[in-house]
DNA sequence: AACTTTATATGTTTTTTAGCATAACATACT
DNA sequence: AGTATGTTATGCTAAAAAACATATAAAGTT
């Protein structure tokens, strides 16, 4: 049977899902998954089209967001190397309600829903991991509506970059975040338009918050940069 | 074995989750279940305190709320007669994310985490239920989320009433909304002020779009109503 | 019934943020 | 290299919503 390091990770990954399936479950997901490579900037789904089932990215960064009045774009979340998404994809068959699309180049793994669903049905001790992530993409998610809506610009540009670097990671430095986004999504991810993330951004590095050096953002004094994401 | 009307109605209701388990399993439930009444307005789960297991809803109604900057209340949704609710308290053991309270008299049956636990690793069937249970909740907060963050106070307003119809249902006249809530809590589920909410509100009503009668709130012009709330 | 307390209503001011305009800069393309 | 295109930066203006200030009405309490 073909594998490729993707689906590979995606059943064997120390702190993948699936790595306590059997060794059958294994091969029915590898029967029914598939592979595709998207360039940064591709779109990977588009709201309202059918998914195909569960998503893993083997590779790369995405974001998941969906598209609000007047056409503008709300960022949900970041998804990152080895994490899956679109739990909600297996339990209705509604078409999607966000869209997603590679903020750099991305190795995505479609797994089909129906065999999947059969798995799901006969093991509950994987039931339970879905569970888990899903509740808490919850929490996450009521967090998030609270600091959108109510924290000033200055306290959601530093929420976002907080996740930012919690999601990603840093260089060796412990600095530099290891994500290289556009103004304009960081706008998006943060509920703001791009004019005041540019100007927020810039006036926090004024304050020696933050370094600027082009996309590449490096956490100067994380202390304050918490402390101005929790008083919002 | 004892049983109140509560419990029954969320073991044995046509749409309860639990409706299908064995006589074994409901007896499970049935011994590790603990019934609570709540006067309007008594606090039910308070942020940060370890809830119980999950919660069922035999009466009332109750609000999910988190405290957020300077104390500012959001609400994050409604609950109703026969839901359930608080998912996430089952597969981790952090402490509740959100208060819940009671918006009206309630009557809460408490299932604890580790019995119910115990059935959901041997039935995936009632796995499935509950993940599309959390996979809807997924869905709902993340429309929620584009609402809150992008649509204008009038469109806030018009969806949350259109919120408020879908969940608890209309009287006879099938205008009148069957929830009696403050201006308060009108305006903490729809992130706004509580003036700005009661402002909002009396221009509705001067357009004919609904009619107020104290806290009865009728929906007058449906089809407009839905327009502002999609406009934004 | 008189008195608190709480909820609703409405006008005014101030703050925050979006919207717009323009410039500098970087990147991709031919 | 030169041109087009997109991104980042910054100032200015307008709109939206919060904050504040009272007034009125309703609900509880003694």
Redesign the interface.
């Given at each position: 049977m073909y594998r490729n390091q993707y689906i590979e990770s995606c059943l064997e990954n120390q702190n993948s899902l699936f790595k306590n399936l059997t060794q059958k479950e294994k091969e029915v997901i590898l029967l029914h998954h598939f592979h595709s490579f998207f360039k940064k900037g591709e779109q990977i789904i588009e709201e309202g089209e059918k998914a195909r089932g569960l998503l893993y990215l083997g590779s790369g960064k995405i974001k998941i967001f969906?598209i609000?009045?007047?056409g503008?774009e709300?960022i949900?979340s970041m998804g990152r190397q080895y994490g899956f998404m679109g739990?909600?994809y297996?339990?209705?068959d509604?078409p999607s309600?966000?869209s997603v699309s590679a903020v750099e180049d991305c190795d995505v793994v479609f797994i089909d829903k129906n065999p999947l669903?059969k798995i799901?049905?006969?093991?509950?001790?994987l039931?339970?991991l879905?569970?888990?992530e899903?509740?808490?993409?919850?929490?996450f998610?009521?967090?998030?509506?609270?600091?959108?809506?109510?924290?000033h610009i200055r306290?959601r540009i530093a929420e976002t970059l907080l996740l930012l670097r919690d999601t990603y990671g840093t260089e060796p430095d412990g600095k530099t975040i290891r994500a290289m986004l556009s103004r304009e999504d960081i706008a998006h991810l943060s509920?703001m338009t791009t004019s005041n993330a540019i100007r927020t951004l810039s006036n926090m590095a004024a304050e020696k918050l933050i370094q600027i050096e082009g996309r590449r953002l490096m956490i100067l004094n994380n202390t304050k940069l918490e402390h101005i994401s929790d008083?919002?």
């Open positions: 969906k609000g009045v007047g503008r709300q949900l739990f909600n297996m339990f209705s509604s309600p966000f669903l799901l049905k006969k093991n509950a001790e039931c339970l879905f569970m888990k899903m509740s808490e993409e919850i929490i998610l009521n967090n998030r509506l609270v600091s959108l809506t109510q924290k306290g509920n008083l919002g």
